[in-house]
């Protein structure tokens, strides 16, 4: 099976940094699109950054600037960096990836479980 984990967020006060890394494992032939979204409460879920095979990027308006999207394509694994963060980018950060099995060839939207990040004012 196709999973896909994240991991790094937490509390931060404002104006502080945070990498998030999203981690792909199983029966998997290629990754196309890898990205980030996050939702905050009572909001509905938005895309923060996305990331291509060939390393073409984009970025929300809210986090032009301040964030980073990149990806390990060896490893399977998308990161964001994160910077001079807001209490605004509060929310619960989610991975999600165009993925291609291997077994079958299916090629499929997969979300990780999300990740918690607080930012304090």
């Known amino acids: 099976q196709v999973r896909l984990v994240e991991s790094g967020g937490g509390l931060v006060q404002t104006g502080g940094s945070l990498r998030l890394s999203c981690a792909a494992s199983?029966?998997?032939?290629?990754?196309?699109?890898m990205g980030w979204y996050r939702q905050a409460p009572g909001k509905q879920r938005e895309l923060v950054a996305s990331?291509?095979?060939?390393?073409?990027?984009n970025y929300a308006d809210s986090v032009k600037g301040r964030f980073t999207i990149s990806r390990d394509n060896a490893k399977n694994t998308v990161y964001l960096q994160m910077n001079s963060l807001k209490p605004e980018d509060t929310a619960v950060y989610y991975c999600?990836?165009?993925?291609?099995?291997?077994?079958?060839?299916?090629?499929?939207?997969?979300w990780g479980q999300g990740t918690q990040v607080t930012v304090s004012s």
């Open positions: 199983g029966t998997i032939f290629t990754i196309n699109a």
């Open positions: 999600n990836g165009l993925i291609r099995r291997a077994t079958d060839w299916t090629q499929q939207t997969y």
């Open positions: 990331i291509t095979s060939g390393g073409s990027t």
